[in-house]
Each structure stands twice: as structure tokens, then as C-alpha cells.
């Protein structure tokens, strides 16, 4: 796992991940809002990006060195963690291992209920993957469904070609299977959970789960987005979304 960092070293520190596929580029817009306030730390999780050669094993594993590197960088602890799909995965992971790793956190789409027959079917899904990120056509539709901005796709298709099968498995494969620790209800961090409209259904028992074990959480549900979007599209709402649950500005959103 890699680690880019912006704005003032000396700002309290937010830790903000990107989502399966993608990498840290495909949250500039937001970091560029966030580091006039925070001194922001965007993760490379691994297999993503410049750090394809480093294959993503699980998780946990994820957490653990996300841990590691605020210990050592940190003292321990962070104002703030952030994530989309598997990145908020890997925040869960981390708020259960630490109780008191971060103060806030803001977790999009966060999966953490287990499917049924996932080995099998996330084996199958990650190794048909790998041969679809090879083909042009194919990451377009993918780019459009993640809502990558056209100025990224080169990025976009260079990266997904890069993405070795052993990573893509093992997200296929873990994504799914996450289930969250009972360890989570002992978080001290505020939670705020987004959640697009298109995918309520979909996130219905992982919502009342994470809603049911973090004492203090917040729902913000966006009207006809799907899953993911709101981070990538719409980084001004984001930004001020987050400095609202975070109290550090009045109400001026609208949200």
C-alpha cells in the first residue's frame, strides 16, 4: 500500500481511500477541496494503480497495514478516516481492530454482510475480470458505471489493464464475503454512512448492521445515485457534507 499526502502536514489528518478499481486520481477533485482544511493522506490500495505489482490479499490485510502506517505516521490516531466500497470496507475493518483509530468517519456503500456462495462465484467473477480489463470496449462500460471522468480514462484502462487475476480474486472475493467484527461496536469515532438511492435495496442489511453496532452514526441517503457515486461526481457536496458532521462549518449546504 502506498501513500500520497497532501496539503499542510501540521492540519489534522484525514485518511481518505478509493474504491475497488479505481485508484487515488479518481478522488483529486475532493482532495483538492479537503486539503484547505486537512492535511489529506489518499491510500494506493494494493493491486490498484501504481502499486499493481503489490497484489491485494484481503481486507484485513488492507486494515492492518492502513494501522500500521498511522501508527508510525500518527501517533495512532487520525481525525478522520474516509472510504467508498472497498475502501470503506477497509475504514470497518480498521475502526474494529482500533476503537479510537479516528475521531470521524465517512464510509460510502460499505458492504458487510456476506452473500452466499461467494468463493466460487467472486473465483469466477475476478478471473473473467482479468480478461475483460484488457479490452478496450469493455472499460469504457466499466468507466462508465464508475463514473470516471473522461479526463482519467486513459489512467483508468492503463490501471485496469495492470491489475494482475490474483488481485482481482481476491477483491471479487472478499468484497462480498466481508462480514464486519461485533468488535466494531466499540468504535469511538462518528460515523457517517452515505448511501446512493439506487442501491438501497441492495445495502439494506449492511446499513441496519453498521446502524444496529456504532453507537454514534448518521444515514445520509443521495437521491438517484448508485453505488460509489457521490464521492466521485459530486466533490463539492462531499466536502461540505463532511465539515458539516465534522462541525466545522454552519449549516450552509442545503443538505
Not at 179 to 199: C, F, H, Q, R, W
Request: charged fraction near 20%; aromatic fraction near 10%; charge should be positive.
Amino acid at each position: 500500500m502506498k501513500f500520497k499526502e497532501f496539503g499542510d502536514s501540521k492540519a489534522p489528518t484525514m485518511i481518505i481511500l478509493h474504491e475497488g478499481g479505481l485508484s487515488w486520481w479518481s478522488l483529486a477533485n475532493t482532495i483538492e477541496l479537503l486539503k484547505n482544511d486537512f492535511h489529506i493522506v489518499a491510500p494506493i490500495i494494493d493491486g490498484h494503480g501504481e502499486d499493481a505489482l503489490t497484489p491485494f490479499i484481503s481486507i484485513k490485510d488492507s486494515a492492518d497495514k492502513l494501522i500500521r502506517y498511522i501508527d508510525e505516521n500518527n501517533a495512532g490516531n487520525v481525525f478522520a478516516l474516509g472510504g467508498s466500497t472497498l475502501g470503506a470496507q477497509i475504514v470497518v475493518e480498521a475502526l474494529s481492530q482500533r476503537s479510537d483509530i479516528a475521531r470521524y468517519a465517512i464510509i460510502e456503500s460499505p458492504w458487510v454482510v456476506p452473500s452466499k456462495s461467494i468463493t466460487f462465484l467472486g473465483t469466477l467473477a475476478g478471473k473473467l475480470l482479468y480478461s475483460l480489463n484488457h479490452k478496450k470496449w469493455y472499460v469504457k462500460l466499466k468507466a462508465r458505471e464508475l463514473c470516471v471522468d473522461k479526463n482519467h480514462f486513459i489512467q483508468f484502462y492503463k490501471d485496469s489493464s495492470s491489475m494482475t487475476k490474483e488481485t482481482l480474486v481476491n477483491i471479487s472475493t472478499n468484497h462480498s464475503a466481508y462480514a464486519v467484527s461485533d468488535s466494531l461496536k466499540d468504535t469511538n469515532a462518528t460515523v457517517l454512512i452515505i448511501l446512493g438511492s439506487k442501491e438501497i435495496k441492495r445495502m439494506d442489511a449492511s446499513i441496519h448492521k453498521l446502524i444496529d453496532m456504532i453507537p454514534k452514526t448518521k444515514v445520509f441517503i443521495v437521491p438517484g445515485m448508485k453505488q460509489g457515486e457521490f464521492s466521485l461526481i459530486h466533490s463539492t457536496e462531499y466536502y461540505y457534507l463532511f465539515k458539516r458532521i465534522t462541525n466545522r462549518t454552519p449549516d450552509s449546504t442545503g443538505i
